[in-house]
């Protein structure tokens, strides 16, 4: 069974930087797309980050206009958020998202593909 397990969310003010993380436990990966999304209250998931990798190829993308940036730890089968400059409005839930194959650049925003789910880290940004 793999486990989603977030962290590193909270109450910041509006400019301040946090970095989430993110473990897979339960078995390894030898490729896979694990990616970002955040939901605020009464509005859809939405495609935050991912990093994908087949054997020794990895790659990311992000959607913040270089506010955020995601970052992998292939041997502790984590993912990073780092987020800086935040603002009142990237106040959501954070979830993290495990799919076991690399999937097409194109299809690493769409929740719906996506296996696995973490319980979600709360980041509310106060102005």
Partial sequence: QVHLVESGGGLVQDGDSLRLSCAASG???????????????????EFVAACR??????DCRDSMKGRFAISRDKAKNTVFLQMNSLKPEDTAVYYC???????????????????????????????
């Fill in 97 to 127: 998202a495990l799919r076991e194959s690399r999937l097409i650049l194109s299809s690493t925003w769409d929740a719906k593909n996506y296996d696995y789910w973490g319980q979600g880290t709360q980041v509310t940004v106060s102005s």
């Fill in 27 to 45: 078995r390894t990966f030898s490729s896979g797309t694990m990616g970002w999304f955040r939901q605020a209250p009464g509005k859809d998931r």
């Fill in 53 to 58: 990798w087949s054997g020794g190829n990895s």
